[in-house]
C-alpha cells in the first residue's frame, strides 16, 4: 500500500483544515487507516484511527471533539477533517494503515506509512 498525504497548509487558531490521504496498491478497504502527528522534538502521536468499515473510529483526548475522522473505499481515501485548531496541534501529520484492522494508538502496530503533510497553525 501506497499513501500519500495533503492538504496541510498554514492556518490561523481557530480556522479548519482537511487532511487528505489517498491510498494505491492492495486493498484499501481491508486495512484500517489512522492518523499520527509529530511536532518538532516530540514524539509520533496518535490523533485517529478509522476501521476499514469505516463503522468504528477512535481519537486522542487532545482533538476529540474538533476532529473527524472518514474514509471513502471507493475514492482509496481517508480524510481527518480539523476545526477549531489551536497552536498545539502544529505537526507533521501522517496517515498510516494497519492490515489487521485496529484501532491502535502505536505507531509499531501499522504497516505503511504516508511521507507527511505539515501543519502550522498561528496564534
Known amino acids: 500500500v501506497q499513501l500519500q498525504a495533503s492538504g496541510g497548509g498554514l492556518v490561523q487558531a481557530g480556522g479548519s483544515l482537511r487532511l487528505s490521504c489517498a491510498a494505491s496498491g492492495r486493498t484499501f478497504s481491508s486495512y484500517s487507516m489512522g492518523w499520527f502527528r509529530q511536532a518538532p522534538g516530540k514524539e509520533r502521536e496518535f490523533v485517529a484511527a478509522?476501521?476499514?468499515?469505516?463503522?468504528?473510529?477512535y481519537y486522542a483526548d487532545s482533538v476529540k471533539g474538533r476532529f473527524t475522522i472518514s474514509r471513502d473505499n471507493a475514492k482509496n481515501t481517508v480524510f481527518l477533517q480539523m476545526n477549531s485548531l489551536k497552536p498545539e496541534d502544529t505537526a507533521v501529520y501522517y496517515c498510516?494503515?494497519?492490515?489487521?484492522?485496529?484501532?491502535?494508538?502505536?505507531?509499531?502496530?501499522?504497516?505503511?506509512w504516508g511521507q507527511g503533510t505539515l501543519v502550522t497553525v498561528s496564534s
Open positions: 498510516a494503515a494497519d492490515s489487521s484492522d485496529g484501532l491502535g494508538r502505536l505507531p509499531i502496530l501499522y504497516d505503511y
Open positions: 478509522i476501521k476499514w468499515s469505516g463503522g468504528s473510529a
